[in-house]
């Protein structure tokens, strides 16, 4: 089973900062299934980045995704208000999915 | 618009069963496979279970195997997830989530969850 470790475990930025988060991986992931999700308290989470860079539908560009083997990055170029939230990556392989722990960006 | 509602959660006691549902609307349910995620009070997010969009195949993690089952009814676009033996450290809420497709396996919806609580 492929594990997945995110770092930092927590993020202290400002607003109008610039967050970047990580994702190693156990053994290489292809790029086609690496995944990031956004999660804030009591919601589910939400899909941001699938493919290692490809937007989802209404996400903005201030997020990003790059990475490939077993090192994988989010960037949020410019944080909003909204943006304070838990982020995890998942990849697939094998039938199965696996999480990070998940990296929370909260506000310094 | 898609809907993935949850239900069927709840208290149920140490070696307990229970069978969660998920209703779904908005999207042609019988051409994607399902998903099951569950996630533990104040912890991160741990796949359960997968199931194929005709039923099969399925997947379970090793923590629910030979204990839970998926399935699913395609004529009620509703996905099940029935639990047995069930064990303090399965509390958490229950989500479903629609696979977005096999180019990703990315879950692009989720519902909104359902608490299950295994206490006596």
């Known amino acids: 089973e492929i594990v997945l470790t995110q770092s930092p475990g927590t993020l202290s930025l400002s607003p109008g900062e610039r967050a970047t988060l990580s994702c190693r991986a156990s053994?290489?992931?292809?790029?086609?299934?690496l995944v990031w999700y956004q999660q804030k308290p009591g919601q589910a989470p939400r899909l941001l980045i699938y493919?290692?860079?490809t937007r989802a539908t209404g996400i903005p560009d201030r997020f990003s995704g790059s990475g490939s083997g077993t090192d994988f990055t989010l960037t949020i170029s410019r944080l909003e208000p909204e943006d304070f939230a838990v982020y995890y990556c998942?990849?697939?392989?094998?039938?199965?999915?696996?999480f990070g722990g998940g990296t929370k960006v909260e506000i310094k | 618009e898609v809907q993935l509602l949850e239900s069927g959660g709840g208290l149920v006691q140490p070696g307990g069963s229970l069978r969660l549902s998920c209703a779904a609307s908005?999207?042609?349910?019988?051409?994607?496979?399902m998903r099951w995620v569950r996630q533990a009070p104040g912890k991160g997010l741990e796949w359960v279970s997968t199931?194929?969009?005709?039923?099969?195949?399925?997947a379970y993690a090793d923590s629910v195997k030979g204990r839970f089952t998926i399935s699913r009814d395609n004529s009620k676009n509703t996905l099940y997830l029935q639990m047995t033996s069930l064990r303090a450290e399965d509390t958490a809420v229950y989500y479903c989530?629609?696979?977005?497709?096999?180019?990703?396996?990315?879950?692009?919806?989720w519902g909104q969850g359902t608490l299950v609580t295994v206490s006596s």
């Open positions: 989530g629609k696979n977005q497709g096999d180019y990703s396996r990315a879950i692009d919806y």
């Open positions: 908005g999207f042609t349910f019988s051409t994607y496979a």
């Open positions: 199931v194929g969009s005709s039923g099969g195949p399925t």
């Open positions: 053994q290489t992931v292809s790029n086609s299934y």
């Open positions: 493919g290692t860079s």
């Open positions: 998942q990849q697939y392989g094998g039938s199965s999915l696996t």
